[in-house]
């Protein structure tokens, strides 16, 4: 059976985050959902801006939905591409397809996802890294 993504696991991920958070200057949202979508951690950095919210929750969500990382889907969900529209199909909530969102991985199966919003993309992908790197940890 599949690990499961604890509270206590969720809670050093969001630790070990908004350290990476602070290291980088990037005030953000972080959040991690388990297997069934469900919102297991969240924080608001101080500062962070008020979008981020439910931006880091969408993200952590199309990761784990899509099992991918939130950012491979930019491209193929634009007007003209094979997969336009799919961003706004994601049933409890819309996919947000921008990078940060990361699957959380116990072998080969999808456990979990991670969000992350309030830097640029790059930075969102380095600190939800360290927060799958946390859960994968424990």
Same mark, same amino acid.
């Given at each position: 059976m599949?690990k499961?993504i604890t509270?206590?696991?969720?809670?050093?991920?969001?630790?070990?985050g908004?350290a990476k958070?602070r290291?980088?200057?990037?005030?953000?949202?972080?959040?991690?959902v388990d297997?069934?979508? *469900?919102?297991?951690?969240?924080? #608001?950095?101080? =500062?962070?801006?008020?979008?981020?919210?439910?931006?880091?929750?969408?993200?952590a969500?199309?990761?784990l939905?899509l #099992?991918?990382?939130?950012? *491979?889907?930019?491209?193929?969900v634009?007007?003209?591409?094979?997969?336009?529209?799919? =961003?706004?199909l994601?049933? #409890? #909530?819309?996919?947000?397809?921008?990078?940060?969102?990361?699957p959380?991985?116990?072998?080969?199966?999808?456990?979990?996802?991670?969000?992350?919003?309030?830097?640029?993309? =790059?930075? =969102?992908?380095?600190?939800?890294?360290?927060?799958?790197?946390?859960?994968q940890?424990?």
């Amino acid at each position: 059976m599949a690990k499961m993504i604890t509270h206590e696991s969720a809670l050093k991920a969001i630790e070990v985050g908004a350290a990476k958070a602070r290291e980088l200057g990037e005030p953000s949202s972080l959040a991690i959902v388990d297997v069934g979508g *469900n919102l297991m951690a969240f924080l #608001r950095v101080d =500062d962070a801006a008020l979008s981020t919210v439910e931006i880091a929750q969408g993200k952590a969500y199309t990761a784990l939905a899509l #099992r991918s990382p939130s950012g *491979n889907w930019l491209e193929i969900v634009q007007p003209g591409a094979a997969l336009y529209g799919l =961003d706004a199909l994601g049933g #409890r #909530r819309p996919f947000v397809v921008f990078g940060g969102g990361l699957p959380v991985y116990d072998g080969k199966t999808v456990v979990g996802g991670v969000g992350v919003s309030g830097g640029p993309a =790059d930075a =969102d992908v380095a600190i939800a890294e360290v927060m799958v790197s946390a859960l994968q940890q424990h």
